[in-house]
C-alpha cells in the first residue's frame, strides 16, 4: 500500500510540475525524474528531503545539434512547503554516444547555500553538435560524491 501511494504521489507531482517522462526527441525535450528520498548532514543539522522532489532536464534543439541544456529542481505538496532542503546543489552533465564512449562530463558551477526554490543550473558549453547518443544531468548536494537524481534523454538524428 505504502509503495502504491508513493507512486501515486510521485506521478501527481510531475503532474503538477507540468513535465513529462525523458524520452527521444528529434527537437527540444523535457522530462522529470523523482528525486528519492534522502537524509545528509551539513554545518547546520540533518537535512532530509522528503518525496515530491523533481529533477528536470532540458535540451533545446533539432536533432544532434544542441543549442541549450538545462537543469532544474521543483518539488511539489509537502516537500514544497519545506525550506532549504538542498546545500550547494551541483550538476554534471554527461553524453554517451551510442557505442557506449562518455564525453568528459560538463561540471557546473554549484550553488551555494540552502534553498528549495530557485535551483536552476544550465550547461555552460552550449552550443554543440553531437553524435546520436544519450545526453543526461546527474544532481549532487552539499560536496557530496552520491548522486542524488539522474535524468536522461536519447539524441537522434
Not at 541544456?69 to 525550506?83: E, K, N, P, S, Y
Not at 553524453?95 to 560538463?106: H, I, L, Q, W
Amino acid at each position: 500500500m505504502r509503495r502504491a501511494l508513493r507512486a501515486v504521489v510521485t506521478l501527481a507531482a510531475a503532474g503538477a510540475l507540468g513535465v513529462a517522462g525523458a524520452g527521444a526527441a528529434q527537437a527540444s525535450a523535457y522530462g522529470a525524474s523523482p528525486i528519492a528520498p534522502f537524509s545528509y548532514t551539513t554545518s547546520t543539522g540533518i537535512k532530509s528531503v522528503p518525496y515530491g522532489c523533481a529533477l528536470i532536464h532540458s535540451i533545446t534543439g533539432e536533432g544532434v545539434n544542441i543549442t541549450a541544456q538545462t537543469a532544474t529542481v521543483d518539488c511539489a505538496g509537502w516537500a514544497a512547503m519545506r525550506d532549504k532542503l538542498f546545500c550547494d546543489a551541483r550538476v554534471v552533465f554527461t553524453f554517451t554516444n551510442t557505442a557506449g564512449r562518455k564525453s568528459a562530463p560538463t561540471e557546473v558551477d554549484k550553488l551555494s547555500g540552502c534553498r528549495t526554490l530557485g535551483i536552476r543550473l544550465t550547461n555552460p558549453t552550449m552550443p554543440v553538435d553531437v553524435t546520436p547518443g544519450r545526453a543526461c544531468v546527474t544532481l549532487y548536494v552539499n560536496g557530496e560524491d552520491v548522486a542524488r537524481a539522474t535524468s536522461c534523454h536519447v539524441i537522434s538524428s
